[in-house]
Nanobody, 116 residues
Framework: QVQLVESGGGLVQPGGSLRLSCAASGFTFIRYTMRWFRQAPGKERELVAGITNTGITTNYPDSVKGRFTISRDNAKNTVFLQMNSLKPEDTAVYYC?????????WGQGTQVTVSS
């Protein structure tokens, strides 16, 4: 069955870094655009990074541009999110998403807390 398993979340001080990973299985990974979303308490889920199936094109909202970097390893069916210069407002549950015409798959999420 389809699985997206996130890891790498945790507690970090402001200005620190974390690297999230998402291991995919049960579908043809290389055919899918991969994205990271986040959802903070009381807020809507928002896109924070996307990468095309080949890894050539990435996109970010202004809120994380220059701080977050998405990448993928198609040989290992894994997508990453490198987060630098973290701020308290980055605190949220981070979700991995696989997207292709006609369908989305979601992971269970990993908590990221930025606090001193």
């Amino acid at each position: 069955q389809v699985q997206l398993v996130e890891s790498g979340g945790g507690l970090v001080q402001p200005g620190g870094s974390l690297r999230l990973s998402c291991a995919a299985s049960g579908f043809t990974f290389i055919r899918y655009t991969m994205r990271w979303f986040r959802q903070a308490p009381g807020k809507e889920r928002e896109l924070v990074a996307g990468i095309t199936n080949t890894g050539i094109t990435t996109n970010y909202p202004d809120s994380v541009k220059g701080r977050f970097t998405i990448s993928r390893d198609n040989a290992k069916n894994t997508v990453f999110l490198q987060m630098n210069s973290l701020k308290p407002e980055d605190t949220a549950v981070y979700y991995c998403n696989a997207n292709r015409l006609g369908g989305d798959y979601w992971g269970q999420g990993t908590q990221v807390t930025v606090s001193s």
